[in-house]
């Protein structure tokens, strides 16, 4: 197995570890800000477009996005057990849980594209192309566009985010983390519970409330 | 003005700094560059990229400037212009203002100046490189395409309808502002985590503080310039409309989240070249900063109050009027952070032993043109005044005061003051003295004229004018030709100087300053061994031996 | 020696307790959404943040890591707010116009 190499910058691993991990939290940071401008523009046009925005979030098809946040938070939970055991030095297990996240992943994804699909048989889609009955008005439109851009925005990162979790498991038995020396591993995980909490703003504005 | 007035250079005996091994210039051939981990390599490659993108930049600037010579047509139709003024607003501001001080001295003096033997994440910063080049190459590819004539500002709905090919060029945008990203992360991570042991927060030298701030900026504000950017070539190519008033869109939501990076983007510009100033001053006065916690704080407070100021851009722009207020407030207080660091460095001048060199010269043009700049800020950001002077000229030379009389002027002064310890080697003095007054002079001849063509009612980007206006743009033009000209032959004894310039020793400033305890140029690990740092780096009380001996005891 | 496992601050246990409570307050959330309450809004995002705060928290291990951690997505999120704040007041204070 090799042995995690040393910078000459870092004094010691743990500090390596640390500085690793504060790199994630800061990329995190510059996400939520990507992320951000998207919910301004729904504060804004919801403010705009007040009662369009309450009749068009009743039009959304609820029970998928709900669906899609249990399998998320489910994700979180098993990637959250990953670290907590190969933290202990269950490196299989880790391997697996990271798995079983994409595996979900993987389902938040093939339920995002049904419910696509039934988004597009009902018209409901972005800008010039929107045509649906339920909510035809402008501010339905706006609704319907930022909805696309914003859970489209979202389903890319969950994409990414599996394919980090796979490359991610891919190395356990490669020997590229230990029980005492893994913030990539941690980092992967980082970035999938981040994907998760985005989720959990999107879910309400754009199927709750 | 004819005494070389550097320090003389002998006074360390060249043992007292530890011989090592050859410096980080030599060795590994073209790959060893290419895919380098040492900062100092990847600074100096920035170096190389966005000279090229600064003379690109300024060359839009001056054919642009030809043209407004005559009332009508001079050289080009309206059309060409348009495109001209869009390419220099955003060949300046993203290709070469952003990362020019950060990429190349921040990238190169910050690790040193925190005792450290590179930045955290050395392939990081390598990426940040590569990434910034290949997104400079899809937007000048856009260009090349015949890009685009909506400003640099890209306002909706004309950039969703303009026939034009906008999508690489906002796409090359996004590449670039990855790039800052990857910077930014780097740089605040190695604030934190590396410093050496002795260098405290409140003994960073205050370059560092300044790169720290301008990080925070990099890293939260970028994300939402990607978003904008992109949301406007989604809307281009798909026609969403989503701020096209025609599909129920608001024109105005496409301004804040434009903006909201924007004007935090100008401190990007603007706090690494007070950091240069912050060491600069100290540096040619021989006197510690009249107040660093002063300096280092009112870094941060401009990073962090300049988000909260957007809006002053939009104040007629049919934003709310309680909105406006609320900005224009907020906008007069990131101006106090400004003066306070301006008194501070005029007191440390106060009572100094000055050297009067190439870098304190440019201090003294920044420090005018930076008053004029910042003071002119305060009156636009008074929503009553900005009604007659918004898309007018008076802007256009606000901004320019500050981010060419601010950034540039000490982009060059940190050229000069660097150049040393980058290359081992000295300019000459004389020439640099003859172009910091050079610049000085043609930068007040373009654009103090234009002050009093916006208050006369001049609009901004306009192709022609009533010819009342023209002995002004002729005042401009000449002088907008002088800086360039200027700004080349400040270059060109620089680079003159690699060859033929005296070979410099560690400290040819006689500065105190964590950076000149090594070699110049360094070796590669930055210091031969680690100092001792048990001292801040405005000591000026101590002389060199002294500081000498206690940082490498033996 | 990198050979030694890290120290969990959790334990497992901790862990299902903080995926109950998500799943709990998810529930909460969709139930609420039927009965159509006036400041769903705030309620709904209210929650949401609540379950982030989890996330973050227990999940990401936020709460064992160093302050300047939480110093970083305190100040991202402020930022967030102002954005969302001052940007949203620009409509919510214009001057009503007749709908085009």
């Not at chain 1, 590229?176 to 998760?196: M, Q």
């Not at chain 2, 706090?271 to 941060?300: C, D, K, Q």
């Not at chain 3, 970083?72 to 999120?77: D, F, G, P, S």
Request: charged share 10%.
């Amino acid at each position: 197995m090799p042995a995690p190499i040393l910078g000459e910058q870092y004094a010691s691993l743990d500090r390596q570890a640390v500085t690793l991990r504060f790199g994630m939290w800061l990329f995190l940071a510059s996400e939520l800000l990507l992320f951000s401008g998207l919910f301004v523009l729904y504060a804004a046009y919801r403010s705009m477009y007040r009662h369009d925005f309450v009749e068009a979030v009743h039009s959304n098809t609820m029970a998928y996005g709900t669906a899609n946040t249990y399998v998320l938070l489910t994700s979180s939970f098993t990637v959250a057990l990953a670290v907590f055991n190969i933290r202990r030095g269950a490196l299989r297990a880790a391997m697996w849980l990271v798995l079983a996240s994409a595996a979900l992943g993987v389902t938040f994804l093939a339920i995002k594209a049904v419910e696509y699909g039934v988004h597009i048989r009902e018209g409901a889609l972005p800008g010039p192309y929107y045509h649906f009955a339920d909510a035809a008005t402008l501010g339905g439109n706006r609704f319907y566009t930022l909805y696309w851009v914003t859970t489209g925005a979202h389903a890319l990162h969950v994409t990414g985010g599996i394919g980090v979790l796979l490359w991610t498991a891919w190395h356990v038995p490669r020997g590229r983390y230990t029980a005492g020396y893994h913030p990539r591993f941690e980092n992967a995980t980082l970035y999938w519970h981040f994907v998760d909490v985005m989720w959990l703003f999107i879910w309400p504005i754009y199927y709750l409330v | 003005m004819s005494a070389p007035a550097y320090r003389e250079q002998s006074s360390i005996p060249l043992e007292a700094v530890p011989p090592t091994e050859p410096s980080y210039l030599d060795g590994g051939g073209l790959m060893g560059w290419l895919n380098t981990r040492d900062h100092k390599r990847i600074g100096i490659m920035f170096y190389g990229a966005v000279l090229a993108m600064f003379v690109l930049g300024g060359s839009f600037a001056l054919l642009l400037r030809l043209e407004l010579l005559t009332p009508d047509r001079t050289i080009m139709d309206a059309n060409t212009y348009n495109r001209l003024f869009t390419w220099h607003g955003i060949v300046m501001v993203w290709l070469f203002l952003i990362p020019s001080i950060p990429n190349i001295f921040g990238n190169f003096v910050l690790p040193i100046q925190i005792g450290a033997r590179d930045l955290a994440f050395p392939r990081l910063n390598l990426a940040s490189f590569y990434v910034y080049l290949a997104g400079s190459a899809i937007v000048l590819g856009g260009l090349v395409l015949g890009g685009t004539d909506t400003g640099w500002t890209f306002y909706t709905p004309y950039s969703e309808t303009t026939p034009d090919r906008l999508f690489p060029v906002v796409f090359g945008i996004f590449v670039v502002g990855v790039s800052s990203i990857f910077t930014g992360i780097n740089f605040i991570a190695s604030v934190h985590m590396l410093r050496a042991k002795g260098v405290h927060w409140r003994r960073m030298p205050l370059f560092v503080w300044s790169i720290y701030a301008t990080s925070i900026i990099l890293v939260l504000a970028t994300p939402v310039l990607g978003l904008s950017v992109l949301l406007v070539g989604l809307d281009h190519v798909f026609h969403l409309g989503l701020f096209n008033p025609a599909s129920g869109g608001d024109p105005v939501l496409f301004q804040h989240l434009f903006w909201f990076y924007s004007h935090p983007a100008v401190y990007i510009m603007i706090l690494p070249a007070m950091g240069v100033i912050s060491e600069i001053v100290p540096t040619f006065a021989h006197r510690r900063p009249a107040s660093y916690n002063a300096i280092a704080f009112s870094a941060l407070g401009i990073a962090l109050v300049g988000f909260l100021t957007w809006g002053h851009h939009m104040f007629v722009a049919g934003m709310s009027t309680i909105d406006s207020g609320i900005f224009g407030i907020l906008s007069m207080f990131v101006a106090i952070f400004s003066a306070i660091k301006t008194f501070t460095w005029v007191a440390t001048l106060y009572r100094g032993d000055i050297s009067f060199n190439t870098p304190l010269l440019y201090f003294f043009g920044f420090l005018f043109l930076f008053m004029f700049g910042g003071m002119t800020g305060v009156a636009v950001a008074t929503q009553s005044l900005d009604v007659h002077w918004h898309d007018t000229y008076f802007v256009v030379a606000h901004f320019h005061f500050i981010m060419v009389g601010g950034s540039v002027t000490a982009f060059l002064a940190a050229a000069h003051y660097w150049y040393p310890k980058m290359f081992g080697r000295l300019y000459s003095e004389r020439v640099g003295l003859l172009c910091a007054t050079a610049v000085f002079i043609g930068f007040v001849l373009t654009f103090l004229p234009q002050f009093l063509l916006g208050n006369a009612g001049m609009p901004r980007r306009y192709y022609s004018y009533p010819p009342e206006y023209q002995w002004l743009h002729v005042l401009a033009t000449g002088g907008a030709w002088l800086l360039g000209f200027s700004v080349l032959l400040a270059v060109g004894n620089l680079i003159v100087s690699l060859r033929y310039g005296r070979r410099a020793t560690a400290n040819p400033w006689d500065s105190r300053s964590y950076e000149w305890l090594t070699p110049s140029p360094p070796p590669p690990h930055n210091f031969p061994e680690t100092p001792v740092f048990d001292r801040g780096p405005y000591d000026y009380e101590l002389s060199q031996e002294e500081v000498y001996a206690r940082a490498y005891p033996r | 020696m990198p050979q030694e496992p890290a120290t969990n601050h959790l334990s497992v246990r901790a862990y299902v307790w903080t995926y109950a409570a998500l799943l709990v307050l998810a529930t909460g959330s969709w139930m609420l959404a039927s009965v159509h309450v006036p400041g769903a809004v705030a309620i709904g995002l209210g929650i949401g943040a609540i379950k982030a705060f989890l996330v973050l928290g227990y999940f990401m291990h936020l709460a064992e890591e160093p302050f300047s951690f939480k110093l970083v997505i305190a100040v991202a999120a402020v930022l967030v707010a102002v954005f969302i704040g001052l940007t949203a007041l620009d409509p919510l204070t214009r001057p009503a116009l007749p709908n085009p």
